[in-house]
């Protein structure tokens, strides 16, 4: 889709290409780094993805965005999510490079400690983001995975050769 509506009845228009690239060159076949500084957490099927890959990476965005604009659920969005997921799985990455995050945060609510288990690192696209990067620019934005409340999932998007040094929190 090329807008999104910020909300139900918002008459507010925000584009993914309105996030932006943050690397100079073309930003589809810009060799890029994503990294995760903050630990993120993707589940499947109730347990923590610790080898995020292209597709657990541009889905999650994509269920975050949506989710955002109050757009998720319906046909449409599973066409969509399909496509993306196809579009990630052709791109070209390199191993996911990263360790285990665990975090403890205590709930007022619930009285207790909460595990908030993650992963930090980073995935290189070596060939760059393909059609995907305005989603991956907006996750920038967004977060994804769980626990985006508390700034876990922040997405950066780096220069390949910066790896090394942004996979790790200073």
């Known amino acids: 889709r090329e807008h999104l509506s910020l909300g139900q009845g918002s008459d507010i228009q925000w584009r993914l290409l309105d996030a932006g690239w943050p690397l100079s060159g073309e930003p589809a076949s810009t060799p890029c780094c994503l990294t995760f500084s903050s630990p993120v957490r993707l589940l499947r099927r109730g347990a923590l993805l610790t080898n995020p890959s292209p597709v657990d990476i541009a889905t999650a965005a ?24 196809e579009k990630a799985a052709g791109l070209t990455a390199g191993s ?4 285990r995050r665990d975090l403890v945060r205590w709930s007022g609510a619930q009285r207790r400690e909460i595990d908030l288990n993650g992963v930090s690192g980073s995935l290189e696209l070596p060939d760059g983001p393909g059609s995907l990067w305005p989603l991956f620019a907006a996750a920038c934005w967004t977060h994804i995975g769980k626990g985006t409340v508390f700034g876990l999932g922040q997405l950066r998007i780096s220069a390949t050769s910066d790896r090394v040094a942004n996979a790790k929190p200073n």
């Open 96 to 99: 996911w490079h990263g360790e």
């Open 62 to 85: 994509l269920r975050r965005i949506t989710s955002l604009a109050g757009q998720a659920g319906g046909e449409d969005y599973r066409d969509l999510m399909r496509s993306v997921a």
